[in-house]
């Protein structure tokens, strides 16, 4: 998959995906697929423009919910060809609908575009659907709206997926999402404390742009060096020890080896209970296998 920017000029034909795709829901994902079997009848390739930054700091709105980097892998999963990466500043903040449309098309041959029925672009949002049909008419762009996804009877939005990650749903992510949420991060030092009751963890660094998933013990598996493995996540605090610091910390089944420094991603399947202080270390390695048991047991009944 090709990474781009404003500056590049990429003279192949493209079909072209337009939106935030701040995390790639049913609808974002339903979006891209019909852009890429567009691409595919056209001859083209298939390109998503997305934001490279975090877009809500200009806002005053909730941090991400998959930082860049994540969106990337995501992308490439789907078979995207392209990735057209804006870096949202003052500048092109400041750009008129029109303009933002020239800055594309310019350095671009676009075939075709899609968009879901909101999407707007340009200073202060000006642009919409209707004049991005007009645009793309003096330009012999085909225009598809791809109209908004449901589930439980409502929009499928941003906003609700961002409910769910602070509550820590993680079942209900993964069905609207289409796959398991994910996190990703490089491996860090820790105090060792998970070793010393027997649960040696890795502690994963994520981008600070990421919202964070709400604090639980969840069944994940995690991906080091191209391979994946079972294992389970704390993500929280740590009461028993009187640390109130947030961390991502994955005990990974049947491993015990160097991997610190190293990149990591998360897939989260399922929440399976609260963090809580307990009264001793030994209280805390009891329950931890428990938890273990619980997640492997868990893990015979998913589909991985």
Same mark, same amino acid.
């Given at each position: 998959m090709r990474v781009m920017d404003l500056t590049s000029e990429y003279k192949n034909p493209i079909s072209l995906a337009l939106g935030f795709f701040d995390c790639l829901h049913v609808g974002h994902r339903a979006l891209i697929r019909s852009m890429?079997?567009?691409?595919?009848?056209?001859?083209?390739?298939?390109?998503? #423009?997305? &934001?490279?930054?975090?877009?809500?700091?200009?806002?005053?709105?909730?941090?991400?919910?998959? *930082?860049?980097?994540?969106?990337?892998?995501?992308?490439?999963?789907?078979? #995207?060809?392209? +990735?057209?990466?804006?870096?949202?500043?003052?500048?092109?903040?400041?750009? *008129?609908?029109?303009? &933002?449309?020239?800055?594309?098309?310019?350095?671009? &041959?676009?075939?075709?575009?899609? +968009?879901?029925?909101?999407?707007?672009?340009?200073?202060?949002?000006?642009?919409? +659907?209707?004049?991005?049909?007009?645009?793309?008419?003096?330009?012999?762009?085909?225009?598809?709206? #791809?109209?908004?996804?449901?589930?439980?009877?409502?929009? #499928?939005?941003?906003?609700?997926?961002?409910?769910?990650?602070?509550?820590?749903?993680?079942?209900?992510?993964?069905?609207?999402?289409?796959?398991?949420?994910?996190?990703?991060?490089?491996? *860090? *030092?820790?105090?060792? +404390?998970?070793r010393s009751l027997g649960f040696p963890t890795a502690n994963i660094s994520v981008s600070s742009d990421k919202l964070a998933l709400g604090d639980g013990v969840y069944a994940t598996t995690i991906e080091v060096d191209g391979i994946w493995r079972k294992s389970m996540t704390n993500i929280g605090a740590k009461p028993t020890f009187g640390d109130g610091a947030p961390t991502i910390e994955t005990y990974i089944f049947d491993f015990d080896a160097d991997i610190y420094g190293k990149e990591a991603l998360l897939r989260v399947y399922e929440r399976t209970r609260d963090v809580k202080k307990f009264d001793s270390a030994e209280q805390l390695r009891s329950q931890l296998s428990c938890d273990e048991a619980h997640i492997r047991a868990l893990f015979g009944k998913l589909s991985l």
């Amino acid at each position: 998959m090709r990474v781009m920017d404003l500056t590049s000029e990429y003279k192949n034909p493209i079909s072209l995906a337009l939106g935030f795709f701040d995390c790639l829901h049913v609808g974002h994902r339903a979006l891209i697929r019909s852009m890429i079997s567009n691409a595919r009848q056209l001859g083209a390739e298939s390109a998503v #423009v997305t &934001f490279k930054n975090d877009i809500g700091q200009y806002f005053g709105a909730e941090k991400q919910i998959y *930082s860049f980097e994540e969106r990337l892998i995501l992308l490439e999963e789907m078979g #995207v060809d392209n +990735v057209i990466a804006i870096d949202l500043d003052d500048r092109m903040r400041s750009l *008129s609908a029109e303009e &933002f449309f020239a800055l594309i098309t310019d350095g671009f &041959f676009v075939k075709s575009a899609f +968009v879901g029925e909101d999407y707007t672009f340009g200073r202060g949002a000006e642009g919409d +659907v209707a004049l991005l049909k007009k645009l793309c008419a003096t330009q012999n762009i085909a225009l598809h709206i #791809v109209p908004f996804e449901t589930r439980f009877g409502e929009k #499928v939005a941003t906003s609700r997926i961002k409910q769910l990650v602070k509550k820590g749903d993680a079942s209900s992510l993964r069905e609207l999402l289409e796959s398991p949420y994910i996190i990703s991060g490089r491996i *860090s *030092s820790n105090r060792r +404390v998970g070793r010393s009751l027997g649960f040696p963890t890795a502690n994963i660094s994520v981008s600070s742009d990421k919202l964070a998933l709400g604090d639980g013990v969840y069944a994940t598996t995690i991906e080091v060096d191209g391979i994946w493995r079972k294992s389970m996540t704390n993500i929280g605090a740590k009461p028993t020890f009187g640390d109130g610091a947030p961390t991502i910390e994955t005990y990974i089944f049947d491993f015990d080896a160097d991997i610190y420094g190293k990149e990591a991603l998360l897939r989260v399947y399922e929440r399976t209970r609260d963090v809580k202080k307990f009264d001793s270390a030994e209280q805390l390695r009891s329950q931890l296998s428990c938890d273990e048991a619980h997640i492997r047991a868990l893990f015979g009944k998913l589909s991985l």
